[in-house]
Nanobody, 124 residues
């Protein structure tokens, strides 16, 4: 079992920055991989970034490489998503996920546990 809660969403102008936080609890084996996803107006939930809380290894979607940075603070049981150079197409509800069960690390089907999400709106 794991529990997740995101915070830090809001509205920003294009080119601006936001930092999202995801506070998590649960067995360390369950929360080893912490991922960020987003869902815009369409039906698909897109994988954005993932961090291995043990090794610090990260993986990013091509659409956010060079602009977003995922990091973790294990002492605080918190994962962050620093988002810079935001674009209107980054507008979405952002979700934190964990409980990796195999497969691709940016595939929503690979995760068992989800937070409620935090909305991000980027105005042009």
């Amino acid at each position: 079992q794991a529990q997740l809660e995101e915070s830090g969403g809001g509205s920003v102008q294009a080119g601006g920055s936001l930092r999202l936080s995801c506070r998590f609890s649960g067995y360390s084996g369950t929360t080893r991989h912490m991922a960020w996803f987003r869902q815009g107006p369409g039906p698909e939930r897109e994988g954005v970034a993932v961090v291995d809380t043990g090794t610090g290894d990260t993986l990013y979607a091509d659409s956010v490489k060079g602009r977003f940075t995922v990091s973790r603070d294990n002492a605080r049981n918190t994962v962050y998503l620093q988002m810079n150079s935001l674009k209107p197409e980054d507008t979405a509800v952002y979700y934190c996920a964990t409980g990796f069960r195999g497969g691709h690390r940016l595939d929503r089907l690979s995760y068992n546990y989800w937070g409620p999400g935090t909305p991000v709106s980027v105005a042009s």
